[in-house]
Every structure is written in C-alpha cells, then in structure tokens.
C-alpha cells in the first residue's frame, strides 16, 4: 500500500501532463462555432434590415413620384386652360369689338334718321329711293334680337372673319337689306347690314359717321 501510494504522489505530475485535456478544447470549440453562427445570423438580420429599408425607400419614391406627378399633371392642365381662355378672350375681343361698335352704329343712325320728322330727313337725305333704303335698313335691324344677332356675328366668325367682302357680294348683300317683303333672303352676316349703311352714307354727305374702328383693338 505505501508503494503504490509513494508510486501515485511520484508520477502524478506526469501523468497529470499527459493526460489530454478534452473538455477545455472542446469547449473553446464549441465557443468559437457559436460565435461564427451569432456572427451569420447577425450578418443575415442585417442583411434582411437592408432589404427591408430598400424596399421601404423604392415604394416612398414611387408614392411621392405619383404624387408629384399627379399635382404637376393637374396644374399644367390649369395653367393651359387658363392660357387657352385668355388667348380665346383676346381673340374674341378683337373680332368683337368692332363688329359691335358697327353694329351700334348701324343700330343708333337709322333708329335716329326715323325718329326726324319728314321735313329734316329730306334735308339730310334728298334722294327719295335712299330715304326708303334708310327706313327698310331700320326695319330689318330693328326686327333682330340681342340673340338674333350674335348668331349672326357667330356665323360671321365661322365664314372667316379675315375674308374682305367683294364688291360684287355688298351689291347683292345691298339688295338683300333693301327687300323687306322677302324675309328668306335677309342677309347672314352682321357686316351686310354695315355695308348697307356705308352705301347709303356715301350718297349722304350731311350725315357724318365713323366705321370701322381699327379692329386689333386688345383689352
């Protein structure tokens, strides 16, 4: 007994030494393999976190391009269509004003010239038959409505306002005012009844009127 007691206290040392240390190695395996597997998952939640963002900035692009898109849609639309109104109001003006004006003229001399007494007409106008064309001028536009004759400036428009009558067509369109009985064949357009009363001022030298304002007039 003390031999083998004396041979465990002699040797213990080396066989301490030899004997290998599985469980320490082992476990700094186990350590170093959990750590690259809590590295990997860390890796892999960043990259889903990536994604995730990159797909959360792509929809927030495409919701606020959408947006932007729409708003900038619609105001170009706004600001055409009010540049498309104001060019059509200049437009319109510049037909309009001196039709109007001629048609009031029309209107105001022979509402005037048949509202004088007999004695005063003949002195303004001497010629019997222009007397007559003056007071059948009257009667045919009196006959027209406020309605009546803006449809007949709208289809003044929709011949071409441009277009400069010829001579021939105020010679017809003369006869066409003076026949009062034949209603079919009153004229269709506003500047008729202007040329009318062109015609019969220039036989009319006591009675002064000016047509025809210069028609680029802008508001």
């Known amino acids: 007994m003390m031999g083998d007691k004396f041979a465990e206290e002699l040797y213990a040392d080396s066989l301490h030494l030899s004997k290998p240390e599985h469980c320490p190695a082992s476990a700094g395996n186990s350590s170093d393999a959990g750590d ?8 892999w939640d960043d990259s889903e976190d990536r994604l995730d963002s990159s797909t959360d900035l792509e929809r927030e692009w495409q919701r606020r391009r959408d ?3 729409t ?3 619609r105001d170009g639309l706004i600001a055409g269509k009010e540049a498309s109104a104001q060019e059509g109001f200049n437009l319109g003006y510049k037909f309009s004003v001196p039709v109007g004006y001629n048609w009031g003229i029309v209107r105001g001399v022979t509402s005037a010239l048949a509202l004088l007494p007999d004695g005063l007409k003949e002195r303004l106008v001497e010629d019997p038959e222009e007397r007559v064309r003056y007071q059948n001028l009257h009667q045919s536009v009196r ?3 406020a309605s009546e004759a803006f449809k007949l400036f709208s289809n003044e ?5 441009k277009t400069t009558q010829s001579e021939d067509s105020k010679v017809t369109a ?3 005012v003076s026949s009062v009985q ?3 064949l009153q004229p269709v357009r506003t500047g008729d009844y202007v040329g009318e009363l062109k015609e ?3 036989a009319s030298p006591a009675i002064v009127v000016h047509l025809d304002i210069p028609s680029s007039s802008t508001p």
């Open 36 to 43: 690259v597997w809590e590295e990997d998952e860390c890796l």
């Open 67 to 69: 947006r932007f898109f």
């Open 71 to 73: 708003i900038g849609y």
């Open 143 to 145: 006959s027209l409505s």
């Open 157 to 161: 428009i929709l011949l071409d306002e």
């Open 174 to 176: 003369i006869h066409r």
């Open 182 to 184: 034949q209603q079919s």
């Open 200 to 202: 019969l001022l220039s």
